[in-house]
């Protein structure tokens, strides 16, 4: 739908985690209404009437990928099993009910627990600044299949992590500059660079507001299960240390309690 230059510029000082939800919200009753521009005005309404209403749209947690399920086009790995799972999981968790407990009714959105999935380390939903972040991984090796040496390896690597020379009989792999997105796997012709392994990269601890912090990753690559126990133990840890619904980023110090 479209809108006025001065209903797109006052939408886009709204908070980005609301963003879309506001979006939605806006264009679905200008559309009742028979309009068919959105107006600063109908913006102000619908802005008015949702912040109003805020805690009948709060349901405890947030979790997000970065194209839903139509996946990312430079993925990794396949995500929709696991996003399916980690939402399946926090429903039953129900922290709206721990939130309730702890802080009343007046829930606002930066009370939730977050998770975010991103499929290839672009990272384009930004798991890096959420409670737990998930990235997609996919490991190279070399395989005994004979290198022809046509150089697409290197040419798709944007980090520099391959080298390959005549003195050579196979491309080199430098894994402390590879980020684990599998570019070089999908574009080797003769398979001498393979998948070695695929899993997924966790953050914990990530948020944004007047205290921001990165996520800090824990070492290794996990299966899908693994992941699940992860965040099971980190919303565990949660609700045993969560006062006043501080967010996870607010309680978390270090991995151990994972016993990882």
Known sequence: MEWTDEAEKAIKKIPFFVRKKVRARV????????RKKVTILDLKITQKRYLTNMSSEIKGFQIDTCFGSGG??????????LFN?????LIKEDILKFLRQNIGDNIKFHHEFRVTLADCPNA???????????????????????CTFCGRCVDICKENAITLNEKQSAPEIDHNLCIKCGQCVKDCP??????KKAGFRIFLGGKLG????????????????????????????YKENSVNGNRFANVYTAPEFLNL
């Open 27 to 34: 264009e679905d009753e200008a559309m009742a209404s028979g």
């Open 72 to 81: 990312c086009p430079n993925r990794a790995i396949e995500s929709n099993s």
């Open 85 to 89: 799972s980690l939402e399946n999981l």
């Open 124 to 146: 384009c939903s930004q798991p890096q600044i959420k409670d737990i972040g998930i990235i997609g991984a996919s490991i190279p090796g070399i395989t005994e299949n004979e």
């Open 190 to 195: 003769t398979g001498t660079i393979s998948e």
């Open 210 to 237: 007047r205290h921001p912090r990165l996520a800090e990753e824990l070492p290794g690559i996990f299966r899908e299960d693994d992941v699940i126990g992860i965040v099971q133990k980190c919303i565990k840890y």
